[in-house]
């Protein structure tokens, strides 16, 4: 994918926020804005599935137009290993997706399906993937906080792969990129070991308010403005 000739960032989707407004105008300082989820409102992934399309910031996100937008949901995966049945699983994914991408004003929307857990789920999950994907247009993605099979995740048709670079270097793996994107998921600019332009900046997770205070929202947008510059400087 091409985004203009631009270092492009955003972020994983949870904040430390509790006043939605002030959760949206932070997300929209970012070149692709994400929508906010917020856990001490009731954003967290497994509570929000159980009524879809049902998350805080939704209609004042919906309030604003955007170029290119990045909104994510809970996988598969990761709720049929917390026990929800398969076709309830894709379900309900299905309608969480559908509430949000109603009536978004967006040119481009990147869907990211977030399985933190992948690596160790034991069942194939691409055809969940595709079910989901293929129902809305989308540019799609899986997020992954831990280890996983990247070399299956290389190999699926998911376009863009975003993960912990601060922790794990994909680039080892025999089928490493296989011409997709990479959401790089940085500390600092040398964790995006194999930054291409396509590439996407992010940090390594979401900001669980149990790990980040609102005022370390800002450390981490100068963290990844600093980096888009620097890389844009290494590359010309």
Not at 61 to 76: A, L, R, S, T, Y
Not at 114 to 120: F, V
Not at 133 to 149: E, K, L, M, P
Request: with cysteine; glycine share 8%.
């Amino acid at each position: 994918m091409y985004w203009g000739g631009v270092y492009m960032f955003t972020q994983i989707g949870s904040l430390p926020h509790v006043n939605i407004k002030d959760a949206v105008e932070y997300s929209r300082r970012h070149p692709i804005p994400f929508l906010p989820e917020l856990p001490e409102l009731g954003d967290s992934m497994l509570d929000y599935i159980k009524h879809p399309g049902k998350l805080s910031c939704l209609d004042e996100f919906k309030k604003h137009e955007f170029k290119k937008v990045k909104i994510q949901c809970v996988g598969p995966a990761t709720l049929i290993s917390s026990g929800y049945e398969q076709n309830d699983a894709v379900a309900r994914i299905y309608d969480h997706v559908s509430a949000i991408v109603d009536g978004l004003q967006a040119e481009q929307v990147i869907l990211f399906l977030d399985e933190p857990g992948i690596g160790q789920v034991g069942f194939g999950v691409e055809m969940f993937w595709s079910a989901i994907f293929s129902a809305f247009d989308v540019i799609s993605g899986i997020h992954v906080c831990g280890n996983a099979d990247w070399d299956e995740l290389f190999t699926s048709d998911v376009e863009i792969i975003s993960f912990d670079a601060s922790q794990f270097d994909i680039t080892i793996y025999p089928q490493y990129r296989n011409k997709k994107c990479i959401a790089w998921g940085i500390n600092g600019e040398g964790d995006a070991k194999d930054f291409q332009v396509g590439d996407l900046l992010t940090l390594p997770c979401g900001m669980s308010p149990k790990l980040c205070s609102v005022s370390d929202c800002e450390i981490a947008l100068n963290k990844l403005k600093f980096s888009a510059q620097q890389l844009s400087n290494y590359r010309g």
